[in-house]
């Protein structure tokens, strides 16, 4: 379906964005659920929630097939998996800046209180 990384990253990100999209992928990691299923808790038609699904399904969050009796989703953990990952690599570079921001103060703060002035100076 979609070709490039940060388009999946892209469609993953904007599928998240919505609390009852959110909602129906928390109720599939419980296992596979029709659409009827999937739509009992929410106070909207079934269109509205096959529009969800829709959603998650080119994000490439969900499968939708035909199993038995009604048409089942089930959860795509692959592409949860790729923006975890994402938001790992950012976490890592923003914790590392604040470290450094971190010892940089401290070096500072040191300088004042030796009075060596060299804080000034910077």
Not at 34 to 47: S, W, Y
Not at 91 to 111: N, T, V, Y
């Amino acid at each position: 379906m979609l070709t490039t990384e940060q388009e999946r990253l892209s469609a993953t990100f904007a599928a998240l964005a919505d609390p009852t999209r959110r909602a129906i992928l928390m109720r599939l990691t419980r296992g596979e659920a029709t659409v009827a299923e999937l739509a009992a808790p929410f106070a909207m038609t079934l269109p509205a929630v096959s529009k969800h699904l829709s959603v998650l399904e080119r994000a490439e969050l969900i499968e939708r097939g035909r199993r038995g009796p009604g048409r089942r989703c089930r959860l795509r953990a692959e592409r949860l998996r790729d923006a975890e990952e994402w938001m790992a690599d950012q976490r890592a570079f923003w914790e590392a800046g604040f470290d450094r921001l971190a010892r940089r103060l401290d070096e500072i703060s040191d300088e004042e209180e030796r009075g060596d002035g060299t804080a000034a100076a910077e």
